[in-house]
């Protein structure tokens, strides 16, 4: 036994549950299970809603079910439910691990994770039962070509959580290592937001976080491509998103601060010149611009990622017909 502050617990004792959504991803989903049952520690449970899907995942999942008999849980929903009411659905069962990560079925996790949430809890004296936390890692972005994308969170270690969670969805967007007090009190999502309901789920469920942990480990590989949001247009997205800014800001209204506000309006106008080009959408848009310019010298929570996207939300207060002129002469010249 090890003493660990007040509490002990058995040294290695950590366990872990596996929450996993699929649908029609036999391309994928031996890859995501293969990352999962070749970690240096084995998980307590696999629980998996599959979304009736008609290709071969299931198959896959039973072959790894015959070889894990008592750690794969598969449920399969007779009609499908959709992405948000299929995780409803799953978060509807019992889990009895220490430590909860999600993983979609076309991602995949990265070697030893499961060992580095064991020795970062019990290095420091974290107990997942008593105390509600979350350890974040770095984000592994995977395109189509095999090239890897890192998203980096220790620069954003002194943040404040509840504006990384506005600005970034919690650094990166793919939180794992959920401790089982904080995941007791998971929300359910709101499917009528539509595909960024996840953005509100995450902004919901994680201001409950009593602490985060940053790991200088790389957790989820995410695929980019095969997804839902690859194959739905992007208005579709941008007017779902739309939602998202309106729900988030009336359900944390109270916790606002003038920096999140301005953020958020911002957010708002950007998102409808891309609908719709109006000159007082652009307006507003560069005036909540500059108000958090101010925030931008305390923090790294922009909301911006790299200088593509900082030149592409400029380039938004331009009217469209400009825009395609100028491309035009660009092209022309090169």
């Known amino acids: 036994m090890q003493q660990l502050g007040t509490r002990q617990i058995e040294a290695l004792s950590i366990r872990h549950t596996v929450l996993m959504i699929t649908y029609n991803q036999e391309k994928y989903i031996r890859d995501a299970l293969n990352s999962v049952f070749e970690q240096d520690i084995l998980p307590l449970e696999v629980v998996i809603s599959d979304d009736a899907s008609t290709d071969r995942t299931c198959d896959i999942i039973k072959s790894f079910e015959d070889r894990f008999p008592n750690i794969i849980r598969l449920l399969r929903n007779k009609e499908n439910l959709g992405i948000y009411n299929n995780l409803n659905r799953l978060i509807e069962e019992k889990f009895e691990g220490d430590v909860i ?65 506005l600005r970034r969805g919690g650094a990166g967007g793919r939180c794992t290592g959920f401790s089982k007090k904080l995941f007791d009190s998971i929300p359910r999502w709101k499917p009528e937001v539509g595909l960024w309901a996840d953005y509100v789920h995450q902004v919901a469920f994680l201001a409950k976080c009593e602490s985060a942990y940053y790991l200088n480990q790389k957790g989820p590989f995410y695929r980019i491509g095969p997804g839902i949001t690859g194959r ?85 207060i331009i009217p469209p017909s400009v825009r395609r002129f100028l491309k035009t002469l660009l092209f022309a010249r090169n």
């Open 101 to 165: 990560s999600f993983l979609a079925g076309d991602d995949m996790f990265s070697d030893g994770l499961f060992a580095s949430f064991n020795r970062y809890i019990e290095e420091n004296g974290l107990n997942p039962r008593d105390e509600s936390f979350i350890l974040i890692t770095q984000t592994v972005n995977l395109y189509p070509d095999g090239t890897e994308k890192v998203f980096k969170i220790l620069p954003y270690k002194k943040c404040s959580f509840f504006k990384l969670l």
């Open 232 to 316: 739905v247009s992007a208005q579709v997205l941008q007017e779902s998103y739309l939602k998202a800014i309106r729900a988030i800001w009336l359900e944390h209204r109270n916790r606002l601060d003038i920096f999140d506000r301005c953020f958020l309006a911002r957010e708002i106008a950007k998102t409808k010149l891309q609908i719709h080009y109006s000159v007082i959408n652009a307006l507003i848009f560069v005036l909540f611009s500059f108000c958090l310019l101010i925030e931008i010298r305390l923090l790294l929570t922009t909301g911006i990622r790299d200088s593509r996207q900082l030149v592409y939300e400029t380039s938004l």
